[in-house]
């Protein structure tokens, strides 16, 4: 079965400062693999998607992830934080084939002044 | 459009009591999801619909728990009686497909708080 771990419950950064997320993955075979933001009080927004295209992925906001399949591992980065970037992030991922969609535990992201 | 709506935002009831829950997926979707999040659990997957048909409520907790999709356009999840652990935010989801790369469109949310 697939699965992806968040390590990092809450993540602090300045404002300007670079945005890491980390997430890595666990699969039988190479998965597609999403990274989903969270604002206070509204329902989860696709940031981004890896469906094995390019390995450099770049989404909404400013916000792009790197497949690494010699690390398993799929981070969220971006190069300047700002305080509209306080919300809870979730790395998901699904096998080609299947059709579940796993998710992570979550990453709260804080930006401080 | 409007996106994936879901009624009521909040909920507070007593336990014992039934609660539904209503959602309006995003017209054209085929798929429409229900998931639970909580601090301990994190999200979970409820229960799926395809075309109005429930595929798989595996995820569902008990029996007190029910979904119904009667239209493309409209979803209930009902908890019947309702009880404090129950208390979560649930939210509904829709996407054209249910596989693959297929994006899933979430609701705001209903945060449902049981006494």
């Known amino acids: 079965a697939q699965s992806v771990t968040q390590l990092g419950s809450h993540v602090s950064v300045s404002e300007g400062a670079l945005v890491l997320l980390r997430c890595n993955y666990s699969?039988?075979?190479?998965?597609?693999l999403f990274w989903y933001v969270q604002y206070p009080n509204q329902g989860l927004q696709l940031l981004l998607k890896?469906?094995?295209?390019?390995?450099l992925v770049k989404g909404i906001n400013g916000f792009e992830a790197e497949f690494k399949k010699s690390e398993t591992s799929f981070h969220l980065t971006k190069p300047s934080a700002h305080m509209s970037d306080a919300a809870e992030y979730f790395c998901?991922?699904?096998?080609?084939?299947?059709?579940?969609?796993?998710f992570g535990t979550g990453t709260q992201l804080k930006v401080e002044l | 459009d409007a996106g994936v709506i879901q009624s009521p935002r909040h909920e507070v009831t007593e336990m014992g009591q039934e609660v539904t829950l209503r959602c309006k997926p995003i017209?054209?979707?085929?798929?429409l999801f229900w998931y639970r999040q909580t601090m301990m659990r994190g999200l979970e997957l409820l229960i799926y619909?395809?075309?109005?048909?429930?595929?798989?409520d595996s995820g569902m907790p008990e029996d007190r728990f029910s979904a119904k999709m009667p239209n493309a356009s409209f979803s209930t999840l009902k908890i019947q009686p309702s009880e404090p652990r129950d208390s979560a935010v649930y939210f509904c989801?829709?996407?054209?497909?249910?596989?693959?790369?297929?994006?899933?469109?979430f609701g705001p949310g209903t945060r449902l708080t049981v006494l």
């Open positions: 989801a829709s996407s054209l497909g249910f596989g693959g790369t297929d994006t899933q469109y």
């Open positions: 017209s054209g979707h085929d798929y």
């Open positions: 619909f395809n075309n109005n048909v429930p595929i798989d």
């Open positions: 998901a991922v699904r096998i080609p084939g299947g059709n579940k969609l796993t």
């Open positions: 699969s039988s075979v190479p998965p597609y």
């Open positions: 890896y469906t094995s295209a390019a390995t």
